[in-house]
């Protein structure tokens, strides 16, 4: 039976960084301080399971899960939907410039090149 709690715990710590709208800018301390969260609850999974109460360590591995999304999440950003019109994305940045084509391939030089190498002999 304690496996349930700890499943659900683990559930939560998944969906939490899903649930969670995407920020409107990168919230840098806030995140950072998640981040921080999230390595001390590790680290305290760590002891605990070296003293050998695995179910607390487990808990604590949830919570720095959920705490490491949450971070990366803040710390990432918006995230652009699909380009508009203008080619930017959705939050009115400014155009994507196209991509330059690559140059064309000079046949006439390849198969001057080609007859070259027939023209050699073989070694052995």
Do not use: K
């Amino acid at each position: 039976m304690t496996v349930l709690p700890l499943a659900a715990c683990a559930a939560i710590a998944v969906l939490t960084a899903g649930v969670v709208g995407p920020p409107r800018g990168p919230r840098l301390l806030l995140g950072a301080l998640t981040l921080g969260l999230g390595v001390i609850l590790a680290d305290l999974a760590i002891g605990a399971l070296c003293i050998h109460h695995s179910l607390i360590a487990g808990y604590l591995v949830c919570g720095a899960l959920a705490a490491a999304g949450l971070a990366l999440r803040w710390l990432r950003g918006p995230i652009s939907g699909p380009p508009d019109e203008n080619g930017g994305g959705d939050d009115g940045g400014s155009p994507r410039r196209p991509r330059p084509q690559p140059p064309g391939l000079d046949w006439e030089a390849f198969d001057r090149a080609r007859h070259g190498w027939e023209r050699r002999t073989p070694v052995g």
